[in-house]
């Protein structure tokens, strides 16, 4: 991975992360479905990337947004373990010639499909390790799942706009 590539990296996983503090603190659809969109920093990094690297990636975006929030690190939890996944996640369904090193995940380069079966999982794992440390002790496991489930499909398709919307798509020949 180039210098260029890089810095597009860490400024877009930078410009997530004050999108997900000064705009999605606060939004909660029906007080089930939140948005986590900082999460599409850590699903689009190249699938070359080491899975060390990814794991402190995630870890220190999961603190950094654990210190806005105020919640003693539950993001930092769930990054962390959704980063474990993510390596594990595409070596389960990679494709039958396998990756391209400079690959990045994402639906401009892999396509929809592929990208729904890839990021949804992920995001639901995360959703239930955060709400599963958000109830403990508190709330019942169906409170748990419907928080997790919800948040995922809305955090899923903020995802998916957001791809659609603002990243340069692969020219077809």
Same mark, same amino acid.
Do not use: C
């Given at each position: 991975?180039?210098?260029?590539?890089?810095?597009? #990296?860490?400024?877009?996983?930078?410009?997530?992360?004050?999108?997900?503090?000064?705009?999605?603190?606060?939004? =909660?659809?029906?007080?089930?479905?939140? +948005?986590?969109? #900082?999460?599409?920093?850590?699903?689009?990094?190249?699938? /070359?990337?080491?899975?060390?690297?990814?794991?402190?990636? +995630?870890?220190?975006?999961?603190?950094?947004?654990?210190?806005? $929030?105020?919640?003693?690190?539950?993001?930092?939890? =769930?990054?962390?373990?959704?980063?474990? =996944?993510?390596?594990?996640?595409?070596?389960?369904?990679?494709?039958?010639?396998? #990756?391209?090193?400079?690959?990045?995940?994402?639906?401009?380069?892999?396509?929809?499909?592929?990208?729904?079966? $890839? /990021?949804?999982?992920?995001?639901?794992? #995360?959703?239930?390790?955060?709400?599963?440390?958000?109830?403990?002790?508190?709330?019942?496991?169906?409170?748990?799942?419907?928080? /997790?489930?919800?948040?995922?499909?809305?955090?899923?398709?903020?995802?998916?706009?957001?791809?659609?919307?603002?990243?340069?798509?692969?020219?077809?020949?």
């Amino acid at each position: 991975m180039n210098i260029r590539n890089l810095l597009s #990296y860490f400024l877009l996983i930078i410009f997530l992360s004050v999108v997900q503090v000064l705009f999605l603190k606060n939004l =909660a659809l029906f007080g089930v479905a939140f +948005a986590f969109i #900082y999460l599409l920093g850590i699903l689009i990094l190249p699938v /070359s990337l080491r899975p060390v690297s990814l794991i402190l990636i +995630a870890f220190a975006l999961g603190l950094i947004i654990d210190v806005f $929030y105020e919640t003693i690190g539950m993001h930092a939890a =769930a990054a962390t373990f959704m980063a474990f =996944a993510r390596s594990l996640w595409l070596r389960a369904i990679s494709p039958t010639g396998g #990756y391209v090193e400079a690959e990045e995940p994402s639906i401009s380069e892999m396509g929809f499909g592929w990208f729904l079966s $890839y /990021s949804l999982p992920l995001i639901f794992g #995360y959703s239930l390790i955060f709400f599963t440390a958000d109830q403990w002790g508190t709330g019942g496991l169906l409170e748990i799942l419907n928080k /997790s489930f919800f948040s995922a499909i809305f955090t899923g398709l903020l995802v998916i706009l957001v791809q659609l919307l603002f990243f340069k798509r692969r020219r077809r020949i």
